[in-house]
């Protein structure tokens, strides 16, 4: 997949796709990985994707599967390391990732209530 301009309008469709990394530079494991979408975001033009990411340091790569943001590593990282994090998220059962996920904020609301 090659490399894209991330914006607020493709955001969703970008990270929705499948697995889509976000990194100030990543040329070269674009070409190791055609099935990821490596995205670029410029955080000043498009403030969107950064907040909504919980973005706090430039540079910042971000990991994310069929629209769950996996995690996010601050700094940057080298293409050795950035290999080893495709395989693992290629690894990552999301489903039982969205399960969790789902499970974790079904139990907030009354664990917010107890604790009012």
Not at 35 to 62: H, N, Q, W, Y
Not at 78 to 85: C, F, S, V
Not at 89 to 102: F, K
């Amino acid at each position: 997949m090659a490399i894209v301009t991330v914006t607020e309008q493709t955001f969703e469709q970008t990270v929705k796709q499948g697995i889509a990394l976000f990194a100030p530079i990543f040329e070269a494991a674009a070409g190791r990985h055609p099935d990821v979408a490596f995205g670029k975001v410029d955080t000043e033009a498009e403030p969107g994707p950064a907040a909504a990411s919980e973005i706090r340091a430039i540079p910042t790569l971000m990991a994310q599967r069929d629209g769950v943001l996996l995690g996010t590593f601050p700094g940057m990282v080298p293409g050795n390391k950035l290999d080893e994090l495709v395989g693992k998220v290629r690894e990552i059962d999301v489903n039982e990732v969205r399960r969790q996920l789902d499970e974790a904020e079904a139990t907030e609301p009354r664990a917010a209530k107890a604790g009012a």
